[in-house]
Every structure is written in C-alpha cells, then in structure tokens.
C-alpha cells in the first residue's frame, strides 16, 4: 500500500507538470460548467415560458369578455378561445435535458379537431437535432470519454518510450502495480471531476433530492469506469502511443457515432412509423370534406358516438356551430387507428432502442439519464396523451352549452379546466440500463486483466 501511494505522489506531480493534460482538464471542467449553466439556463427559460402561459390565458379570456360583454354563444368561444396544454419539466431536467429542447413543451389548444393542434409543432431544426443538447449528461457521456482518453493512452507506452520503464521494474514493483498506480489517480481525478460537476448541478439546478440522486452518481461512475477499462484493455496490447491513441479515439467514434447511427437506421427499417404529418393531412381532408356533406348525415354520425345529445334541437340553416364541432370531431375520429399506430409505433421504437442500446454504452447511458430526468420520448408521448385527455375535458365542458344552446356567461369562464403534466422518471429503463452498464464495466475489465497477465510486459 506504501509503494501505492508512492506511486499515486510521483503520478500527480508528472501530471501537475504536463500542461498539455492540465489545459484538457480544465477544458473538460469548462465544458462541464457551460453544460451546467446551459442545461438549468434552458429549463429556467422554459419554466419562464410556461409562467407567461398562465397570463396569456387569463389575458385570452378577459378578450373574450370585451369581444362579448354579454351572454356569448359557446361555439365562438370554442374557435376564438385558446387555452394551452403544459408539460412541466422536472427539477432533474436541467442535468439532462434530452428531448425537452426538441419537441414541444406546451401547445395550445382550441375545441377544433386534435390531431393537426398535437402535430403542428413536431418539426425541428435539423440542426440542433445534429448538435444535441449541451447539458451535464451531453458532456458526462461524449466529452468526459475524451478526456479518459487523453489522459490514459500512454499510461504504458510512454514509459517504454522514454526508457523508464526497466528502471521502475528494477525496484520491487511489478508492471501490475505500475499501470494499477496510474489508472487509480486518472480513477480519482476524473470520478473527483465528474462527481463535483453533478453536485454542483443538482444544486445550480435545484433538484428535489431523491433516489435518484444515488442512481445518478452510480451512473456517472459506472460510465467513467467503462472507459478507463477500454483504456487499460488496449494499454494491455503493450502497443506504442501511437496506436493506443488511434484505437481508443476509434473505439469512441464506433460506440458514440457509429453504432447509433447504424442502430438508428436498423430502427427505423424494422419498425417503421407513419408520420405524423400524414395523419394531419388525413384528417384536415375528412374535416374539409365535412363542409360538403349534408348536415343530418354529419350529426347522426355524431350522435352515435354521443348518444346524449340526440334530442337536442335539429340543425336549421346554412351554419350551426354544432354542426361544425361535430364534423371537427369526427375527423378526428376518422383517424384514430392512424393515430393509435402512430403512438404505439413510437413506443415500440423506444423498447427496440432499450433491447439494443447494450451495444453502444453512450447510447445506453443516455437512455438512462434522459429517463431518471422525464426527458425522454416516453415521457413526451405521455405529455400527448396528457393533452389528448385534456382535449376531451374541454369538450365535455363545452357540449352542453352547445347541444343544449345553453347562453354562455362572464362567470362559466372559471369552470373551463386547465392543464398540468410533468413527466416522471421510468425507474424501469433506469434499473434496466444500470444492469446492462454494470455488466460492460465488468467484461471489459475482465478482459483487460486476463489480457494484461497473458502478455506479460517485456523490456527490451
């Protein structure tokens, strides 16, 4: 154990004397840092946004109020009325902000038909979508492997190459005590880094404490772990710099780059998904088709559905808004199938990325934080339905003032309900990822050992 810390001591003081390694640590730190103020800068941001929502809302309906100072016909109300489905994030979500930045956090809503209202927003900059997100997870997960790299390439190679090396085993060390002295500082160092960047995170961010809080730094230890044990697997080859560095910087470009991409595409093949743009457009033509059917095949399609307003009063005239609800409505009706295989196709998706993401550990790992922080695709998909279920609440509410031509007064604005969702974390794919990275971690050290005691080192 004293030769140990020895070794750690000199380890440190070649380290404080390299400046090359120090200007990448304290990159790496920068990094971390910017990808604190960025993550908790664009939550704070959003949760400012959805604060304004609440104002724009009541400013809406004071509006509506001068617009019909007396009693109003809901079905005004119901197309100049906007109200807005919220997806609150959670206090995790600053740390990894996953799909938050991509997808819609709010939409807003009127009685018109729901499919074209949940879609109008789902197309993104394919420009962030290439950049990702650059938050705390975004730097753990990309970044930090570079920096393990950086400063484990040569933990070997450079002291066959500077001729040090006889000298270090003509003392009463061996070459496993050597390589163990330094992969237990650069262990230190980086996990110190790593760490230190999540508590200061979670208090930046100002996370409610929970579970999670232990998963998270099991997670960040794990994956650090992962990458020195590729780092001590090709020291372990007993190659020249050169190489390591080359096949470590390979390795990294094969499990963040070209592995998910190669996932992305077999994804996509074998589960493919209707877009959602062509539910839109399915449904704006039944909804356009509406205004040229005539109106009592138009309601007796309705009142099948809705048997409680069959005795209301029958449709005279040119327009009636009951009328117009009721084809809205069945439009989107008309593409329910659609828009259930819609759904169920993306969350099939989401189960074959979990069933494959053991071959690209970042991949894996992002999974995972995405999932402890409510930020992934499940928990957006969550918001939708959230917001289908709304829809239908402000429908319920609407109804009878419609089909009973029931006046609609100053003070029936406070029953109009409103909506609150924020996403859970899935402790499934949370446990689930934690297994399988545990797993990495140990073959891949595993591997090392046994490759590193059958090729002993030889000094030349």
Not at 40 to 57: D, S
Not at 79 to 99: C, E, I, R
Not at 311 to 330: C, K, M, N, V
Request: aromatic residues 12%.
């Amino acid at each position: 154990m004293n030769k140990l810390r020895i070794l750690i001591k000199f380890e440190w003081l070649n380290f404080r004397a390299d400046k090359g390694l120090l200007i990448l640590t304290a990159l790496a730190l920068l990094a971390g840092l910017y990808g604190i103020y960025y993550g908790t800068t664009e939550i704070e941001r959003q949760r400012e946004n959805i604060a304004a929502l609440e104002v724009l809302t009541e400013q809406n309906v004071e509006e509506m109020k001068m617009k019909y100072p007396g009693d109003a016909d809901a079905g005004d109300l119901g197309y100049y009325h906007s109200t807005f489905a919220v997806n609150h994030p959670d206090s995790w979500a600053g740390l990894s902000m996953g799909q938050r930045d991509l997808n819609p956090y709010y939409l807003k809503l009127r009685l018109l038909n729901l499919q074209s209202q949940l879609y109008d927003t789902e197309n993104i900059n394919p420009l962030k979508v290439l950049s990702g997100n650059f938050d705390l997870a975004f730097v753990l997960v990309y970044l930090f492997p570079l920096l393990i790299i950086g400063l484990c390439f040569n933990i070997l190679s450079v002291e066959k190459e500077q001729g040090t090396l006889p000298l270090l085993l003509s003392q009463p060390i061996g070459p496993a005590l050597i390589v163990g002295a330094k992969l237990v500082f650069r262990i230190i160092l980086v996990l110190g880094m790593a760490l230190f960047l999540s508590v200061l995170a979670m208090w930046w961010g100002r996370v409610v404490p929970d579970v999670r809080v232990v998963l998270w730094f099991g997670v960040v230890v794990l994956n650090c772990l992962f990458w020195f044990g590729v780092a001590f697997l090709v020291a372990a080859l007993q190659k020249n710099s050169a190489f390591n560095a080359v096949t470590l910087l390979g390795v990294w470009l094969l499990l963040t780059i070209v592995i998910p991409a190669l996932l992305n595409v077999y994804v996509s093949v074998k589960q493919p998904v209707p877009q959602a743009l062509a539910l839109t457009i399915q449904q704006r033509e039944v909804v356009h088709g509406g205004w040229d059917k005539p109106k009592g095949e138009t309601m007796e399609k309705f009142f099948a559905l809705y048997p409680q307003w069959r005795d209301t009063a029958e449709i005279e005239g040119g327009f009636a808004w009951r009328w117009y609800y009721a084809f809205q409505h069945l439009g989107d009706v008309a593409v329910a199938d659609l828009a259930k295989s819609y759904e169920e196709g993306l969350y099939a998706r989401q189960q074959l990325v979990n069933s494959l993401n053991v071959l690209s550990v970042p991949v894996n790992v992002q999974g995972v934080l995405n999932a402890m922080a409510g930020s992934d695709l499940p928990a957006h998909l969550d918001f939708l339905k959230s917001a289908s279920r709304y829809h239908d609440s402000l429908r319920e509410f609407y109804y009878p003032f419609l089909y009973r031509q029931v006046p609609f007064t100053h003070a029936d604005y406070a029953g109009e309900p409103r909506h609150s969702f924020t996403g859970s974390p899935d402790f499934t794919t949370i446990y689930s990822g934690l297994a399988k990275l545990l797993v990495s971690v140990l073959l891949v050290f595993t591997a090392a050992l046994l490759l590193f005691k059958i090729r002993t080192v030889t000094v030349k």
